[in-house]
């Protein structure tokens, strides 16, 4: 598989690669395996001539949610013309929150790539009144032009209304949440070094099903 046209462009290939590229990558309870993935992949990166970022934050960015198997399954893959423009390129696992992967960051001399999406909380559509108040926004919204351009413009309304209604109605929520995703992150990092016991990962199994970030 190729990348068009790579040379002389800036080229980022990003997201879940679903493969390692060595075995260090990888932890599994059934250890000894041998990951048939790595190959293609990095025959993959060779043919496309792109450069696997130093990468640091975390030892891997995808956690089963049972104390046991994890891997480093995503990153940035960069062309040399990117990297020749942007020399101090750095990948950064961050705390992975609730979810089972770790969010990446690029960071290029600390630029700023701009606002941060507005994340949706599932607990949000438990709520009374949830429900309503988003479709009786999307219903009141009234913006002229063609179909791409009216969806793109009642989304951002709708997100401008939804942070105006989490602020006045799950206040409360962010500090917990907060304090999850650090006991998520405590878990993860004695994991990678050590077995967890039974107990501890009856908790993290709870944290992870429990509670669900859906970005928007």
């Known amino acids: 598989m190729f990348v068009y046209n ?6 980022c290939v990003c997201g879940d690669f679903n493969a390692v590229r060595v075995e260090e990558e990888r932890r599994s309870f059934r250890g000894g395996v041998a990951s048939l993935d790595a190959f293609p992949f990095n025959l993959f990166i060779e043919d496309n001539i792109l450069i696997d970022l130093s990468f640091c934050g975390r030892r891997y960015t995808w956690f089963k949610g049972d104390g046991l198997s994890m891997s480093r399954l995503d990153r940035f893959l960069l062309s040399e013309y990117w990297c020749l423009k ?15 992967h770790c969010p990446l960051q690029l960071s290029v001399d600390e630029e700023n790539w701009g606002p941060r999406p507005l994340r949706m909380l599932k607990c949000w559509q438990e709520m009374l009144g ?6 009786d926004k999307w219903n009141s919204f009234s913006v002229e032009g063609w179909g791409g351009y009216v969806l793109k413009e009642k989304f951002k309304l709708i997100k401008t209304a939804l942070k105006e209604w989490h602020l006045s109605h799950s206040s ?5 949440l907060d304090s999850l995703k650090a006991r998520l992150s405590w878990l993860d990092d004695k994991g990678e070094d ?10 993290m199994c709870g944290i992870t099903h429990e509670t669900f970030i859906v970005p928007c």
């Open 172 to 176: 409360n929520i962010p500090s917990k």
């Open 86 to 100: 942007w020399p101090n390129c750095l990948q950064i696992a961050l705390l992975r929150g609730v979810s089972d």
């Open 194 to 203: 050590e077995v967890l016991s039974s107990v501890e990962i009856e908790e």
């Open 6 to 11: 790579t040379c002389g462009q800036n080229v």
């Open 130 to 135: 949830y429900k309503k108040f988003v479709t």
